[in-house]
């Protein structure tokens, strides 16, 4: 079992950066046994995937954030962090964390057992 926290949202002008990150509060077994994934939902669409994290650090990023967005995880603090650079008002949205312990760097929701509440991210053009 495994929760979710996620913090670092707010607002920001086009071109500008915010970091976001997740906080796991595990139990029965260790973090490091968990694949990772952000996703964000942004108004009147479906969530999408933004990139995943296998449990040894391996990323994949969407098209969409390639070359922009940089993830990493840090097994000890049981935490995954996303930078964000470069920022567009198309990455407004509200990004979530998501936690699998079956497949690995998966781009579909279904596959994702664990997920935080959230956190908004505004960019203004």
């Known amino acids: 079992q495994v929760q979710l926290v996620e913090s670092g949202g707010g607002l920001v002008q086009a071109g500008g950066s915010l970091s976001l990150s997740c906080t796991a509060s595990v139990s029965g077994r260790a973090f490091s046994s968990y694949h990772m994934a952000w996703f964000r939902q942004a108004p009147g669409k479906e969530r999408e995937f933004v990139l995943g994290i296998s449990r040894g650090g391996g990323v994949v990023y969407a098209d969409s954030v390639k070359g922009r967005f940089t993830a990493s995880r840090d097994n000890a603090k049981s935490t995954v962090s996303l930078q964000m650079n470069s920022l567009k008002p198309e990455d407004t949205a509200v990004y979530y964390c998501?936690?699998?312990?079956?497949?690995?760097?998966?781009?579909?929701?279904?596959?994702?057992?664990?997920w935080g509440q959230g956190t908004q991210v505004t960019v203004s053009s």
């Open positions: 998501a936690a699998s312990t079956t497949v690995v760097l998966s781009r579909s929701t279904a596959q994702y057992a664990y």
